[in-house]
């Protein structure tokens, strides 16, 4: 069994990865799979490898780190923006930006935006038809954690379409010319951004990393852009298919509908739950073996890819009870849908408000929403990183 599986992503993979998990955790647990942009990972599925990994010292974000002493510091890193992102670095570097930003997306403040997400949701939902079918992703769940996300950071409206364009590209498994034409887009915005904000500043996040990176040394412009590109995409691309994938659940369950409408002080944990059953991250951003590192009596060789599979994890059940069955509630404490270690999602706090306001506006105002096709026509993204609809067409207010 030392042949690379290329078995795994494809086929059904992409509408339902969890036969695929539950095969891969139960027969080869720590596996070296193809992936389909080329190239090989090893994938960890176990909740415990899992959970264990993210904290491991051997497995690093930068490559860099696993070359000889001698060969790392010529060796080129990332292109663009990518080499300066946090999520694709390791202390010090990685603690230092980290730093910079956590304040800004702390629980408390990330509570204040509860108002203005409201209002945002409202909006949005004035502008759809009730008695005609509708994209619900495109009409509400893109465009409102976008729309969060770009007032945090201080990117004007009228620039919002591009982003999606742009990180749909970075997150899909679309060929290389789209991804570096995003990688480039996004990047000379980013860097114009930058030049607005120092002639005016706005008091958003953008223009105070400005700040900080005009009063000394402590973060470079490239550093600058970098967060911006990574904020906008981990910002929006997560939570849209985090309400996606819930609206989804609600609408085809009726017995869950009905428990959330009866008594919304149960859709926090709802969402909670959503996430561990079929988080819109079902595979965190790669990183690499330092060294050769064994887990689940598998060695991973050093130099290779290793992807941490918390889709495959949060639906382990030697760590969830019949985890296959989505559970309002059942006690999620541990999941891992936002990661763990010092990557921890910083927008955890965001997301899951984000994710609770879009569902309360949504069943308080629609009650009776239903798919518009019939479950088995929904397409999924080809997408190694998230599970998410290509669209969720629905009826907001079906004739009785
Ligand atoms: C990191 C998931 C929403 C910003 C992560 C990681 C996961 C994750 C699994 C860990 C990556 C790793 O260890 O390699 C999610 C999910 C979300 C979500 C499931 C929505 C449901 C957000 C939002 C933001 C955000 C709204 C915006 C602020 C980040 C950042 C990191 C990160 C900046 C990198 C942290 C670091 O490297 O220290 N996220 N995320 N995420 N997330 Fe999220």
Same mark, same amino acid.
């Given at each position: ?85 946090m ?10 930006l980290r730093r910079l930003v956590s304040r800004a997306f702390t629980a408390r403040r990330t509570a204040e935006l ?34 969060v996300i770009?007032?945090l950071l ?51 996040l953008?223009?105070a ?18 967060m911006?590109?990574l904020l906008?995409?981990a910002g929006?691309?997560?939570t ?14 009726? #017995? !869950? @509908?009905?428990? /959330?409408?009866?008594? =919304?002080?149960?859709?926090? &944990?709802?969402?909670? *739950?959503? +996430? $561990? ?61 936002f ?5 921890f999602c910083l927008g955890a706090p965001l997301a899951r408000l984000e994710?609770?306001? #879009? !569902? @309360?506006?949504? /069943?308080?105002?629609? =009650?009776?929403?239903?798919? &518009?096709?019939?479950? *088995?026509? +929904? $397409? ?21």
């Amino acid at each position: 069994m030392t042949a690379v599986d290329a078995s795994v992503f494809e086929g059904s993979f992409w509408r339902d990865p969890y036969p695929a998990y539950e095969r891969l955790r139960t027969q080869a647990p720590v596996r070296e799979v193809a992936l389909p942009r080329g190239g090989t990972t090893w994938l960890v599925t176990r909740y415990d490898d899992v959970r264990a990994a993210f904290t491991d010292p051997r497995l690093v974000k930068d490559h860099r780190a696993t070359l000889p002493p001698e060969l790392r510091e010529q060796a080129p890193r990332l292109p663009g923006p990518f080499g300066s992102m946090m999520v694709l670095l390791d202390p010090p570097d990685h603690t230092r930006l980290r730093r910079l930003v956590s304040r800004a997306f702390t629980a408390r403040r990330t509570a204040e935006l509860r108002p203005r997400i409201e209002v945002l949701a409202a909006g949005l939902l004035d502008a759809l038809p009730a008695t005609e079918p509708v994209d619900l992703l495109a009409g509400y769940a893109v465009p409102l954690p976008m729309a969060v996300i770009c007032e945090l950071l201080g990117v004007p409206d009228t620039d919002r379409d591009a982003f999606g364009t742009w990180s749909r590209a970075l997150v899909d498994d679309h060929d290389d010319v789209d991804q570096q034409q995003a990688t480039t887009g996004l990047a000379e915005y980013l860097y114009a951004l930058v030049k607005t904000k120092r002639r005016t500043p706005d008091g958003a996040l953008v223009s105070a990393l400005v700040e900080v990176s005009d009063a000394g040394d402590q973060l470079s412009t490239e550093e600058v852009v970098a967060m911006g590109v990574l904020l906008l995409i981990a910002g929006h691309e997560t939570t849209a298919n985090l309400i996606g994938n819930a609206v989804l659940g609600v609408a085809t369950d009726a #017995a !869950l @509908r009905g428990h /959330l409408l009866a008594d =919304p002080q149960r859709i926090p &944990a709802a969402v909670e *739950e959503f +996430l $561990r059953w079929d988080g819109p991250v079902h595979n965190a951003p790669m990183r690499f073996a330092a060294e050769d590192v064994e887990y689940s009596g598998t060695t991973i060789p050093a130099g290779s890819v290793v992807t941490l599979s918390v889709g495959a994890a949060n639906r382990d059940p030697g760590r969830f009870d019949r985890p296959e069955l989505l559970d309002p509630d059942r006690d999620t404490g541990g999941h891992l849908a936002f990661g763990h270690g010092i990557h921890f999602c910083l927008g955890a706090p965001l997301a899951r408000l984000e994710g609770e306001v #879009a !569902l @309360r506006s949504l /069943l308080d105002r629609f =009650p009776g929403l239903r798919l &518009a096709v019939p479950p *088995e026509g +929904l $397409r999924h993204r080809r997408s190694v990183i998230v599970h998410a609809l290509e669209a969720l067409p629905v009826v907001l207010r079906p004739p009785a």
